[in-house]
Each structure stands twice: as C-alpha cells, then as structure tokens.
C-alpha cells in the first residue's frame, strides 16, 4: 500500500529546512529531525545505540577506567533493545547476519575475515595480543575509534539493506520494515542520541566534517521521497554512499596528520591507535578507490608508527579523497 500524499508533503518541508528546533513542534513524538531531515519511521531504539559507545567511552575515561564495564556494554548493549534482545556494537562488528561480505566485501577480503571489526576491540578491552602491556591512553584510543568505525559499517548496511529491499522481486517499501525504515536508520545511527556519540559529533570536530554531515543529511532528505511513492532513489543512495566514504576518509585522515605532528613517542602511540581503529571503516573506501594504497598505509601504522611513512599514509588518504571527489 502507498503511503499517503499528507506524508510525502509532511515530510518535504524538511527539504525547505524546517527541521530545525523551532519547527519541530509539528512533528510526532517518535520523529526525528537534524539538517533537513525528518524520520518517517520511528527509529528512535536505533538512535539509541551510540549512547553504548557514549558509555563505554566514560567508564573508559574515568579516574580509574572500568574495562569491564566497557567489555559488556560492548558485548551485550544497553540502548538499543529490539524484539527479544538487545543490540550491540560487538554483535555487529561480529559480522551480523552474516551480511559483512556484500556490505564490505573488499574489507573483508583484504582481512580474510568478515568478522575482522570485532576481534581488535576484545583485545583492546581485555589487554591482550597486541594490545597486551599498551599503555591504557593507547588502548582507549583505539577503542574510541573502533567503536565510531562499527557505526559507520553499520550506516553502510543500513543502505545496503535498504537497496535492497527497494529492487527486490517482491520489494517492501513498509515504514515499519522496509526499505524506507532502513533509510532512516542510516541517519539514527549517524547522527546519535541528540547529535551526540557519533559520527556526526566526531566528523563536527574535524576540518570538512561539518561539510560532509551536512551533505549526508540532505541527501537523505532528498531520497526519502522517493521510497514514499515507492521507488528507488538511486541517485540519491549514490550520494549517500559517497559521503559514508568521504566521513570514513576525513576522520582517518584526521587521526593520520595528529599522528604525523606527534612531539613524542607516546603521543604519536595514542594518534596511531586511533587511526588505526578508523581504518577499520575507512579500509573500504581505499581499497575501493586505490587498493594499492593499503599496503603502504598499514606499514605506516605498525607497532608504534613509523614516522618516515606517516606522510606517505597521510598523503595517500588525500589522493583517495580527491579521486573521490571527482
């Protein structure tokens, strides 16, 4: 069944930019609004699961970090309680549904694992294999980004998801689970519970960042209308698809220049493990558009960091980001 042409119109103001606070008294409780965007689906528990990272992040930072409380937020969610379970970032990162091969499929290629995402974070939380005596700041680190990466490869299911439900023999076009549904779920999980621990918060923080939110949420905008009359946005998904590489691509690049401007062996440790947690997302957007950089990036970021090849990774990611660009 069609959805009606109130809600089609409804949702179109928020092309005009009338999601911003003042507006948003129109909207129903269960609706959603940032950067001309406005959910029609509720995706409210969705939007919750950041806040898991949010949590594990503190009790991280604390005077005394708590791992463990970290490693069963992690393991087993608090935010994010859907059907008969509760959701989690290690239940994703752990190829979920067994969907890692067709979301990422170069990723988990070039680990020869689609479960590549959720074992580093493990032993970053337990202290153990590469991890193991690592100075709690580095192991932090890594963690921060980690966590921030497995919502950016789940932003890229939810798209993948929705494409497919769109050009599906039989396609589900239902607001309560179909291909609009996961649409919105792209900007539940990117945006996070009132724009915080995320990616939005995180790419907020960087040079271009904001740029890039700003793009996505617009070009999510711009497709929602179409899955409401019932077909796909391709041009629009091909938008958001690039800007989820692009975020990926920023962030990295961020932590690779913090890496590369180190004034000490420590400082330098903690910037390398925080990139090296970010290329767990920003991987498949390199081996998409210049597969022979891995190599060079990943010696970059071993061990410590080596500082003679830190410019070579930082210069590559910005190749990758102006082949993007064009």
């Not at 724009?195 to 960087?206: D, F, K, N």
């Not at 991987?283 to 830190?310: K, N």
Request: net charge negative; proline share 6%; glycine share 8%.
């Amino acid at each position: 069944m069609r959805n009606s042409t109130l809600l089609v119109a409804t949702l179109g103001l928020s092309l005009m930019g009338l999601s911003t606070p003042a507006a948003a008294d129109g909207l129903e409780a269960w609706q959603l609004s940032y950067g001309g965007f406005v959910t029609a689906s509720d995706v409210r528990p969705h939007n919750g699961l950041p806040q898991d990272r949010g949590d594990m992040l503190a009790a991280l930072n604390a005077d005394s970090p708590d791992w463990a409380e970290a490693l069963s937020v992690y393991t087993w969610g608090r935010h994010f309680p859907w059907r008969d379970m509760t959701h989690s970032l290690g239940r994703f990162a752990d190829n979920y549904n067994g969907a890692m091969p067709a979301v990422v499929p170069l990723s988990v290629a070039h680990w020869d694992d689609p479960s590549f995402a959720v074992g580093p974070v493990y032993s970053a939380l337990a202290g153990t294999g590469p991890f193991y005596q690592l100075a709690d700041e580095a192991r932090i680190a890594f963690v921060e980004t980690a966590t921030l990466a497995t919502i950016i490869n789940w932003t890229r299911f939810e798209l993948a998801m929705s494409e497919r439900k769109a050009l599906a023999a039989e396609p589900n076009w239902a607001l309560t689970n179909g291909s609009p549904k996961n649409w919105n779920e792209i900007f539940a999980f990117h945006w996070g519970p009132e724009g915080q621990h995320s990616v939005h918060a995180a790419l907020e923080a960087i040079p271009e960042g904001a740029q890039v939110n700003a793009a996505l949420y617009m070009a999510l905008a711009e497709g929602q209308p179409h899955l409401l009359e019932e077909r796909w946005a391709e041009d629009e998904a091909a938008v958001v698809d690039r800007l989820l590489h692009e975020g990926s691509l920023r962030l990295f690049h961020a932590a690779l220049q913090d890496a590369e401007g180190a004034s000490d062996d420590a400082e330098r440790l903690v910037a390398v493990m925080q990139a090296r947690g970010l290329w767990l997302a920003a991987a498949e957007a390199v081996l998409t558009l210049a597969p022979g950089e891995a190599q060079g990036i990943e010696a970059a970021l071993a061990g410590a960091g080596d500082p003679d090849l830190l410019p070579f990774a930082v210069e590559a990611v910005e190749d990758n980001l102006i082949l993007l660009s064009n």
